[in-house]
Each structure stands twice: as C-alpha cells, then as structure tokens.
C-alpha cells in the first residue's frame, strides 16, 4: 500500500464499526423520546390536576337564570307612605329594557366593546394582556381582559374569591363561556349593570346616578352616563366627589370610546367633553325626617323576628302604625318644649367656631355691592353647623363694629342670598353682648326686626302617642335630635314617674270599691325613719280622694296605698304593663319605681279604654316582595267565641287582659279630667275645653324628671323631660311646667284628626255633682256608694283594717250594699284645708263624711317593709 494512504487511512482502533454507531443513536433517541414521553405525562398530569382545581367547586351558571340581587325593604306609614329604606347595601334594580341604551353603551365602550359578539371571553384581547404583562409589568398587578360577562362570573358567582391568579382567571372563562350559553346578552348585562359597584356606597346604575347626580337613568347626559361607565375601572380613583380631575380625564377618555363604538357622534362627544363635571351631593337615603326613632325601633324589630339578612336584603314591604302627622307634631311640640325650657333655665351658648377674614369683610353690608358680599357669602356657605341643629336655624357670623349684628345666607328661588339683622335684646342680656367679630352662631332667622339666637338644649325629652285601643304607637319622639343622639329615650330610659305613677294606686282603691268622695287624712305620716311629706310641705287635713288626686297630694296617696295593700297596687300596674318589680315600700305608691315612656303610656291606655291591657306595637303586618301576607304584629283585640250556634249572630270574646273594671276605670277616667281641669295638670288645657280629657302631672325627687301623662277616650300621649345624666331641672321645674305644655301641643293637633269623642259609661253607675269640701265636682259612683259620703273602711285579705280610732269618727250607720265594708261615719274635721271652708253648695257644712287616717296600722295582716329613706328632700313627688 502506497505510504500516503496508509498514512491517512482510517486505523481500526479510533472508529467503531457502522452497526455499533446504529446501536448509540438508537440509544439517544429512546432517551430523548422517553424525556418527551415523560413531560408529555407530566404536562397531561399537570394539566388533568390544574381542570380539577379550576372546576373543583365551580358554581352553576343556572343560578342567574333565578338571580335575585339583595333587595331593599321598605317601610310604610299607615298613610302608605315610604317612611324608611332598610338595605345592607344602597341598590335598585331595574330590568335591561328599562336601562336607556346610553347608559349601556357606555358601560360597554369602556369596559368591553365586543360584548356582543364575543362568546364570554375575548381571547385576543387576552392574548394582549398576557404578552404586555410579561413583558413590561414585572412585580405589578397584571392587567386585566375581563369581558363584561367574565365580571358578572366574577362578581356574582366568585364573589368569595378575591386572590388575582391563572387559576380564579381560568374560572371566570370557564364560567363565562357557559353564561354564554344558558343566559342571553341583555341577561347578562342586566346582572352586570345592577350588580356592579359604583363607588359612595351606590350598587348599580339606578343607585349611582341618584347618588351623583340626583337624577333617574332617562334624565342622564351622554357626559354623565360616561362618567357612570367610567368609575368600574376604580370607583375610588374617578370619585368625582374626591378626585374631579381624575374623573373628567377618565370620563372624556370613556367618550372616546363611545365614538368608535358609534354610540355618539363627534358632534355630542365634544359638546359632552365641555360639560362640566359637577356631582350633587344628596341626603343618604334614611328614615323619614321626625320618624327616625320609630323607623329604629322598626329596623330592631324585624332583625329580632326575620334575622338580619332577611330584614334587610329580603325586599320586605312593612307597614307600620306610624301617623305622619301626629309624628310631625309630636317632634314639633317637644323640641319647642326643650328649647323653651333651654331659654329659660340654661346658658347661653358661646360661638361654635369663629370665621377668619379681614375685618373689612366683616364690615356691616350697608352700603356694600354684591360683589363685596360675595366672599363672605361662600365663607358662611361653606361652614357647617353643630350636629343638633334644625334646619330652619342659619349659621350666621358677629360683624364687625359695636352695634351687635350678624350676617347669615338665607337660600332662596333666586339663589342664596345675605342677610344680616341685630341680635335681640334680652339674647343680649344673656351674654350675646361678649361675641366678637367673626364669631359663629346659630340663629332663628326672621324676614323683618332683629333674630334670636338659636340653642340647642342640654336637657332631653321623649315622647310616645299611642292608640288606647290597640296599642299601636302612632309617633314616637326619643330626644332633641336623632343625630346628635340614637338613644331612644322613649324606649331605652327609665326614669322615675313620680306622681304620674298614683293614678294606679287610686285605681286599686276604686277596685276595693271605695268611692271617689271618700276622704283620708292629709296629714304627717311616719314609717321608721321615712317622714314623707307633700309637695308644699303643708298639711290639709280631711281631703276626699278626688280632691287628693286633683292636688296631687302625697301623704293621701301613702295613706290610700297603705289601706288597699301593695299586693293590690303591684297586680293591677303589673297587668297594665308597668314593671312587675315594685319593692314592697309604700314610696313605690309615689312612683319612685323607674319605668320607660313607652310603658307608661302603655300603662295609661288601660285606663283610657275601660280597664284593658294593651301591647305597644310599631308594625302592624309584613309582605314579601310579591305581596305575600307574612306575619300580622297586632294581635286582635277581639275573637270569635266558639259558644253560640250557626242560626244566632256570633259571639265576640275580648282577648285583652282585664286591668280593672270598666267602672273603675270610668271612675278614673272622670277624676282625672279633673287633674287637668283644674289641679296640677292645668297646663295640658288650653285650647282643648272642647275634648275630653284626662291627665297627671309626675316630678321625681329633687325635680329630676318632668311627666305629663294624659289621654282621650281614644289616644293616648306621653312626655318625659330631663338630663340625661339625672340632675335637677331647677327650683319648681315640675311636670306640670315642663312636660305639660309639650303634651298639650300634642294633643292639640292630634285630637282634631281623630275626632271628638266621649269616655263611654259603664253600667253600674251613676254621674253626681256634689261638694268635695274644697269644691263641687263631678263623679261617678258604683251602685253600693252615695255621692259626697265618706266611711270607715274595714280590712278584709289583706287589706289594712282602720277603725274609729284611726279615723277619729264614730260610727253612725251603715251604707246599703256595703257588705258589711263600709259604714258612714261624721268626721272630726280637723286640719280643715286652708283653701275653703267644708260647706256644700248651699254653703252649709259637710255632716255626711267621714275621714280615713292611717298614721299607724294597727289590725293590718301584712304590713309593707319600713321604709329607711329618710325625708323625701323638696317635699315629695308631684
């Protein structure tokens, strides 16, 4: 072989032979395939694992095709109108074809222009995010394609899923694509435009455009609709409230759109771009004014019975006792009250705040242009008054010079305007003399003369008027402002009533048939260390029990209460729907027990109506959202007795809890109108001579509480007045002054809306006029008592037996029907009260009466606990 080729011939060492080659690539590509075949395996696992969590627990889609967003439940007044909104979230919802399509066309410009053409996901608008945020948005929150369709996936069925990841993204395009399917494109939409949030609490188109513009969908402008389509991008960001700039910006760019999606043309996107952005701010959506107690009450209420969600998302129609009338006086009379009372007992109240501005703006307006006006003007304007202030009052700034003058913006047709006038003198004696230049105030304002000063009240008040029939509450007034305050002093307070607590100590007397002339001693009385005495600390000696009542005196009342027994006392306000706690004290029978307004006047219907229990109600029946009758809050006074036969009329049961006989609650009823005819409750009379009408005045020890309780034969009304933190309303702040007028403001604008009406009498007595000893009256006595006559009352049970020796009398016969009881006695007559002589109407003395003393208890069977309270302070409880 040539030395070249063996040179360079291939040496058989270095080279394997063909087959073996053959052999190793083989080798390779079974390596390779078997890696592919592996990652193949594991992308099949991988993928089977990623469906299996993404459809693991997905939703139905059918549960759109029934969707029923939380739905407002509204509340009624017995006039069937909207008084109340109750919702967890602030939302209306309207069906597609009742949406303007310029509304929609703006929700579809801005957040998916293809709704109507995609199958629930718009893949190429998908691919676009995913590449821009691959590429430039590292460690930044991913852009989103979300169709419109994939939000409702998203909104309504994820709503529980907030984390932003492939998976939940998978789930919104699986779920979508199926919507697709089961639901049609305005569906979908309809969902959407109700359901999505649109920033200051509004849930949906409706609740958006009333929140923003205070206007419905049909009265938008193609600038606002594109404002509303603008705000799901981020409803905080393009508030127009907070951020205007970032609104306009967002809006005009949302008007774009609409043009390229032919929605609106050039011509209206430029007159669109040049509306201003200008939001109205309005009043959240609440309780109607005045009722916002009562509406409260109601809100507790349905929560209690149906649970929070159902009340409040359930759609619920309620319907309510609730008088929008009397409710408007009712709130009327006790803020006139309190602020009276305020005016006359309080200081009055230094600036809220001082407006800062060159004295020359301050500077009295005579003489000045408007243009000069105009600073001080918006400066007043954008000051807000004090929660607790009334709408009618008017924020107002001291000017500056030494005449005392203020300056206020009074809004008008014509626009807001300044006005200025001088402060009234007797605010000036007061202390307004001290307020400064640019010092704010609050103020009544007046067309002509000088203004007072307004002040919102630190003493408190509550008001209830009720149905003394039923129980149904027709206004409800739970303090000075429901603003400034939610405790409901009608409801949550209790306080001491005082002596409005006797009329149920006399009404234990009228049941132990004893007869309203009857007369006990006014005179001192000791238990232990306890030394009552009466409001005027003086003594009237024999008193019949009218007169005691009239006057409010208290040691008749402890000596009436001694006799009758505490047990009887306790049942009888137990059953009228007074605490059933009274301590065994005789205090009690001065009302030292605390109870609420509303018990109260709970406790004053039974004597209103005949004797008849009554349960306090604010609704009176509940709807569902499809007028289905769900439950009745009242129940009926009277039912269908099962005695009787079909041939005869039916036979009615009254249901009610008997208190007390109808007669004693006449006799009641009559004693009563004379409390405010001429007793202690003379305030509750002007302007009512016409009604009947009855009452009792209640003060608490140290004037700490103000009553007024009172009724007509068929409503029922009363008023609390005090410190929150219990103090004196001063010096002879009694209930008659302070509670008395609110109460007769009431009930002068109440009564003529419900009409005149008479007490209806009982069988079994009879009216009389006689003389008392102090003066004539007008009673009614059962069939075994004699007008004018007095007797000695003997123990029976448990009551307090008193002899001649307690009364000082001697027996001289018995009266028929007495059952051996009572018998008539002369009266010794001392301590004659000071007012007038003991004569009849002729004005001859008074021979048939007797007196009943009770100083000591002998011959009792049960005697009350001893009292250990000392001296009761001012002289009692009037």
């Known amino acids: 072989m040539p030395s070249f080729l063996e040179e360079h011939s291939p040496k058989q060492g270095n080279n394997p ?120 948005r590292h460690h930044k929150r991913p852009l989103g394609a979300s169709t419109i369709t994939q939000q409702v996936a998203k909104g309504m069925l994820l709503n529980h899923d907030s984390e932003v990841s492939i998976v939940r993204k998978v789930k919104e395009a699986m779920l979508a694509t199926r919507m697709e399917h089961v639901l049609s494109k305005d569906r979908i939409l309809e969902i959407y435009l109700n359901g999505i949030y649109l920033g200051d609490g509004a849930y949906g188109v409706v609740a958006a455009a009333k929140s923003y513009f205070n206007k419905s969908l049909d009265e938008l402008t193609p600038a606002q609709a594109a404002l509303l389509g603008s705000l799901p991008k981020s409803p905080s960001n393009y508030n127009p409230f907070l951020h205007p700039d970032w609104a306009m910006n967002r809006r005009n760019w949302v008007i774009g759109r609409m043009v390229e999606t032919g929605a609106l043309t050039e011509e209206e996107a430029d007159k669109a771009r040049k509306e201003p952005i200008d939001p109205v701010k309005t009043s959240r959506s609440g309780p109607m004014r005045d009722g916002e107690w009562f509406s409260e009450e109601v809100r507790r209420v349905l929560i209690n019975h149906y649970g929070e969600k159902q009340a409040l998302e359930g759609g619920l129609d309620i319907h309510t006792s609730l008088d929008p009338a009397i409710q408007k006086a009712t709130t009327m009379a006790l803020r006139n009250g309190l602020e009276n009372y305020a005016r006359r007992k309080e200081p009055l109240p230094g600036p809220f705040g001082t407006l800062t501005l060159q004295e020359d703006a301050l500077q009295a307006l005579r003489g000045k242009t408007e243009a000069d006006n105009e600073f001080l003007l918006q400066s007043l304007k954008d000051v807000h008054p004090p929660v607790g202030a009334l709408d009618s009052w008017r924020v107002a700034v001291r000017l500056a010079g030494a005449d005392p003058i203020v300056a ?142 009239r006057e409010s005196r208290n040691l008749v009342t402890i000596r009436v209460a001694n006799h009758v027994g505490l047990e009887s006392i306790i049942e009888i306000a137990s059953r009228s729907g007074l605490s059933p706690n009274l301590p065994p004290y005789l205090s009690a029978a001065l009302g030292t027990t605390e109870t609420t307004v509303l018990q109260e006047a709970a406790a004053y219907a039974s004597l209103a109506n005949g004797g008849h229990a009554v349960q ?60 405010i005819a001429r007793g202690t409750g003379f305030r509750g009379k002007p302007g009512l001579s016409a009604y009947k009408i009855s009452g009792k005045t209640g003060t608490s020890q140290d004037w700490r509480d103000g009553w007024f309780a009172g009724f007509s034969p068929d409503l ?110 002369t009266s010794s007559n001392t301590g004659a009260p000071p007012v007038q002589a003991e004569t009849n ?24 606990k001893q009292e250990s309270s000392g001296d009761i302070g001012f002289g009692g409880l009037y």
């Open 716 to 825: 029922v009304t009363v008023v609390w007045v005090g410190y929150d933190t219990p103090r004196s309303l001063g010096e002879n702040e009694t209930g008659g002054r302070v509670a008395g007028p609110i109460w007769n403001e009431i009930m002068r604008k109440a009564l003529p809306l419900r009409g005149n009406l008479d007490f209806p009498q009982p069988e079994g007595l009879q009216l009389a006029k006689y003389n008392t000893g102090l003066l004539e009256a007008v009673d009614a006595f059962k069939k075994n008592q004699s007008p004018g006559v007095s007797v000695v009352l003997h123990g029976e049970g448990n009551d307090m037996a008193l002899g001649e020796g307690d009364t000082g009398a001697s027996l001289i016969e018995s009266l028929p029907g007495a059952g051996g009881k009572a018998s008539a006695s």
């Open 841 to 864: 109407s002729s004005g001859n003395p008074v021979k048939d009466s007797a007196t009943l003393s009770s100083g000591s208890t002998p011959n009792a069977v049960t005697q009350p």
């Open 17 to 136: 032979p063909p087959r073996q080659r053959f052999r190793n690539w083989r080798r390779a590509i079974g390596i390779v395939s078997g890696a592919i075949l592996m990652l193949i395996a594991l992308l099949i696992v991988s993928l089977g694992l990623f469906w299996a969590r993404c459809t693991a627990h997905l939703p139905s889609v059918d549960t759109l095709k029934t969707y029923h967003p939380p739905l407002v439940s509204r509340v009624y007044s017995n006039e069937s109108t909207i008084m109340a909104e109750l919702a967890a979230e602030k939302r209306v919802y309207v069906p597609a074809d009742a949406i303007p399509d310029l509304v929609k066309n703006a929700f579809i410009a801005a957040e998916d222009q293809k709704f109507y053409s995609h199958k629930g996901v718009d893949y190429i608008a998908v691919a676009r995010a995913s590449v821009t945020n691959i590429l430039f």
């Open 408 to 549: 206020w913006v009074e809004p008008s047709v014509k626009g807001a305007q300044l006005k200025q006038a001088w402060l009234m003198g007797d605010d000036l004696k007061r202390g307004a003399d001290k307020l400064k230049a640019g010092d704010l105030i609050l103020i009544i304002p007046r067309s002509k003369g000088p203004v007072r000063i307004a002040q919102i009240p630190s003493v408190q008040g509550a008001a209830v008027v009720m149905d003394a029939r039923t129980g149904r509450v027709l206004a409800l007034s739970g303090g000075w402002s429901f603003e400034q305050s939610q405790f409901d002093r009608a409801l949550q307070a209790k306080r001491q009533p005082g002596s409005s607590f006797k009329p149920f100590v006399y009404l234990a007397a009228m049941e132990k048939d004893i007869s309203p002339s009857q007369r006990f001693e006014d005179t001192p009385f000791e238990q232990g260390d306890w030394h009552p005495q009466n409001y005027e600390k003086d003594n009237w000696g024999a008193l019949s029990l009218h007169d005691a009542l």
């Open 616 to 675: 306090p109600s604010f609704i009176d029946y509940v709807q569902s959202p499809d007028g289905e009758l769900l439950d009745r809050f009242i129940d009926p006074a009277v039912s269908i007795s099962e005695e009787g036969s079909p041939e005869k009329p039916p036979v009615f049961r009254d249901n009610r809890v008997v208190v007390a006989s109808p007669q004693s609650a006449y006799q009641m009823q009559i004693m009563m109108q004379d409390v």
